[in-house]
């Protein structure tokens, strides 16, 4: 279907491919059932029917209520939505919000707005390993806490934080808590009932979905004002006219997901022992950023102590292999990376010298063979 | 089966289709990515980017893609607001807006903003003077619907943008989502518009775009904010497939315009042609409009019931607009116009594309006059 046969792509935390099977869910869609879902005639009410049975198939996939899922154009919109809003709902009772310094760009830019506004924010650094340290966290919560948002699993090490530990802790406390899913959607059970989350974000291209398309999990009984003023779509929560072949689509991926999840995971933890077998035996000079043993199986990120990541990039691409150093979404330019910053302190050599990569569904073991041997004669 | 709910949304052409297929399959790439997945589907993006930008006789730079018509009502208008707030809190719009626009308007009056919201004639047209009348030395945006999506009322931009060209500190903004295509837009440094928001899927485009044009110069605070994408100004990973889709689209919606903005006046003609002998009959667009949109009622009879008869002969039109199929507030564009309250609850609005027929209208005219001589029956006693 894709055309990789020359190319290694081992950037899926960047995004995904798009299923086939998405595809035609989205396809089919826009050829037959193209009425607006706010249109009361019956070509909007078959709209409707399928708006809302995707919702529930992606409510049921992390233990939510159909009602408690809004769809939104991706995951940037779902994290601002969830800090601004929430931020808001809540500044008659304090004006402290908590974060880490490892979030993604669409959660520290609303932030850094909020700051101009004059909250309060503290970002907790991780550690050595990648990992919060949740004494350090609870020494932070104070009595004018309102927010607290931490992501879900880290995009660029993939390290995965203890959201249910942090969502016990805050739910006793009435504060307002936040979780950036976008990196866990799809691969981790994510269950937002017994994690205590308030507010979730999710994102379909980063699971074999389209582009353009996200959710935010928002708790029943919980009001923050809406982002995207207009219409009355999404129980007026969000307006703008639904986008429902995309949003159909993202339900496809979930189903997808959700069917193939263990084999998924499996897979990864295959490749990414395969891969380090390979470095090793290649007799490559690498170390691991992080810790394995907390981190997803599809995302690994390497230092190579005698390359630049900037070289090793150009190089890379040059064989049309596809990784990259940091994330994607800081578009365009190659700067030290703020999650081994706040891992490995500002001076550290692996700021320079790292890079992510990311498996997916579509990755076999000759890709990873034939990545190391071009590594070896990179490196 | 008849579509004539164009303005609520569109179908998805197949040679657009076939576009979205093939971007998303062949271009998966993340546009900010640095290898050459990213690259090659960074130089798509720019490509559609510059084919939007030559259509609408503008600069690449001056584009903007979006998820919706919303989303660059929202963005513009708060974005605006945040940007210039230092140098004043006055607004100037029309009680006629879309609620993207209406609601942004609203919320910046609880923060604090004045807003002056100018009212319209019959014909759903603003007064020049009152225009004038309302501009003041703390005024920083300006903005107006160009076609109403309820009724098809075209502002007049020439002589807007003539009072505005003695202000050149004010945005001025316009919402073209229901008038690309279908009028003519002065866009362009040459012109006085800061900045439109257009809607992809209006124009058999797939939904989830949003186009938004800024000149050159003109500053807007973004309303997403992240990894930085489109300049910084719309983070949020690029939806490529539906960009290069729509950027087709709009390519085939400009091919042959005048041809087909004169098919849809015709279409439209045949209708008021048609239905202009029915004594129950009420117009609410004048002849003068958009040429794609009527609105109309059958007197005493809500317009509800109309959609609903008309959709058992498997029509499909819709009561004013789809985002706001309730009264009250969000109607308010008839009630604007003077239109009492009884009379806007008949309300029907009929909207063309250019894929429709007069076949379709004959049709279409033919169902109408049953339904018609059914439900004014009671009135014959
Ligand atoms: C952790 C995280 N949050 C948010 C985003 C933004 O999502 P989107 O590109 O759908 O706006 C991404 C990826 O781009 C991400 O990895
Ligand atoms: C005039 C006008 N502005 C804005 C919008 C909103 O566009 P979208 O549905 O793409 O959010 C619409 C359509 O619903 C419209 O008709």
Redesign the pocket.
């Known amino acids: 279907m894709i055309n990789m046969t020359a190319s290694i792509y081992l950037d899926y935390a960047a995004t995904t491919p798009m299923d086939i099977s998405v595809i035609e869910k989205m396809t089919d869609t826009m050829r037959n059932h193209y009425g607006n879902a706010s249109s009361i005639h019956q070509y909007g009410r078959n709209s409707k029917k399928l708006l809302e049975h995707a919702r529930k198939t992606v409510a049921e996939y992390i233990n939510a209520l159909p009602e408690e899922i809004i769809f939104t154009s991706g995951g940037t919109e779902s994290d601002n939505t969830a800090i601004l809003m929430g931020a808001h709902a809540r500044s008659d009772r304090g004006r402290h919000i908590i974060t880490t310094a490892v979030e993604h760009e669409a959660v520290l830019k609303p932030l850094k707005r909020l700051e101009a506004e004059g909250f309060e924010v503290t970002y907790l650094p991780v550690g050595i390993t990648g990992e919060l340290d949740f004494e350090h966290f609870k020494e932070a919560v104070r009595q004018d806490t309102i927010l607290v948002s931490i992501m879900s699993v880290n995009n660029e090490v993939g390290t995965i934080f203890p959201i249910e530990k942090i969502g016990a802790f805050l739910s006793e406390r009435d504060i307002l808590f936040h979780t950036d899913a976008v990196q866990a959607f799809g691969p981790l059970k994510i269950d937002v009932k017994k994690a205590k989350i308030d507010l979730l974000s999710a994102s379909a291209h980063k699971i074999y979905g389209p582009k353009g398309v996200g959710f935010l999990y928002k708790r029943k009984n919980i009001a923050i004002p809406s982002f995207m003023l ?2 009355n779509q999404e129980r007026k929560q969000r ?3 639904e986008n429902l072949p995309a949003i159909v689509g993202f339900e496809q991926a979930v189903c997808h997901m959700k069917a193939n999840r263990a084999q998924f995971n499996q897979h990864a933890v295959n490749l990414r022992e395969q891969l380090i077998y390979e470095l090793n035996h290649q007799a490559i000079n690498f170390q691991i950023n992080g810790n394995l043993s907390q981190q997803v199986p599809h995302i690994i990120n390497l230092y190579f102590p005698n390359k630049l990541a900037e070289q090793l990039l150009i190089q890379l691409d040059l064989k049309q292999i596809a990784v990259s150093a940091g994330s994607a979404c800081t578009a365009g330019s190659i700067k030290p990376s703020h999650v081994l910053q706040s891992m490995y302190g500002d001076q550290s050599d692996r700021l320079m010298h790292s890079i992510r990569v990311s498996m997916g569904a579509f990755t076999t073991e000759k890709d990873i063979k034939d990545f190391v041997k071009v590594l070896k004669e990179i490196v | 089966m008849i579509y004539f709910d164009n ?2 949304t569109t179908k998805v052409t197949p040679e657009v289709l076939k576009v979205y297929e093939k971007v998303s399959q062949r271009f998966f790439g993340n546009p900010s990515s640095l290898h050459y997945l990213g690259t090659q589907a960074h130089e798509l993006l720019e490509s559609a980017r510059a084919q939007v930008a030559q259509i609408l006789h503008v600069k690449p730079t001056e584009i903007y893609f979006t998820s ?4 660059g ?1 929202n963005w513009l208008i708060k974005g605006t607001a945040m940007e210039k707030m230092r140098f004043g809190k006055h607004i100037i719009t029309t009680q006629i807006e ?1 609620p ?2 209406a609601h942004s308007m609203d919320q910046l009056e609880h923060l604090g903003f004045e807003i002056t919201r100018l009212s319209v004639d019959k014909t759903g047209q603003i007064s020049i003077d009152e225009l004038k009348q309302a501009i003041r030395p703390d005024t920083i945006l300006a903005t107006f ?1 160009a ?3 309820e009724m098809g009322a075209i502002q007049p931009l020439a002589k807007i943008s003539e009072v505005l060209a003695e202000y050149p500190t004010i945005h001025l903004m316009i ?1 073209a ?2 008038a690309i295509g279908k009028i003519d837009l002065p866009l362009g440094n040459d012109q006085r518009i800061d900045m439109a ?1 257009f ?1 992809g ?2 124009f058999h485009a797939p939904r989830g775009v ?1 186009i938004v044009y800024l000149k050159e110069g003109k500053q807007v605070a973004p309303l997403l904010s992240g990894g930085g994408q489109e300049k910084g100004q719309r983070s949020s990973t690029e939806n490529l497939p539906g960009i290069v889709a729509t950027s087709r689209a709009l390519r085939l919606l400009t091919k042959d315009e005048m041809k087909k903005r004169q098919h849809l006046a015709q279409l439209t003609q045949k209708l008021r042609e048609g239905l202009k002998n029915l004594p129950y009959v009420q117009f609410f667009s004048t002849d003068k409009g958009a040429p794609h949109i009527t609105c109309l009622g059958i007197q005493g009879i809500r317009g509800e019931v109309l959609v609903h008869a008309l959709e058992a002969e498997e029509i499909y039109v819709s009561t004013t ?3 706001s199929s309730r009264a009250g507030r969000d109607s308010s564009t008839l009630l604007a116009m003077g239109i009492v309250h009884e009379e806007a609850e008949t309300a029907i609005r009929i909207s063309f594309s250019e894929y429709n027929t007069m076949e379709e209208v004959a049709q279409f005219l033919q169902a109408f006059k049953a339904i018609y001589r059914q439900l004014t029956r009671i009135y014959e006693k």
Not at chain 2, 68 to 71: D, F, K, Q
């Open positions: 207009g219409g307006a703008g006219t | 303005s609520a919706s018509g919303t989303e009502d879309h993207a626009v619907i076609v109403n999506n919402d989502v229901q928001v809607s899927h209006k949003g607009s789809a985002c």
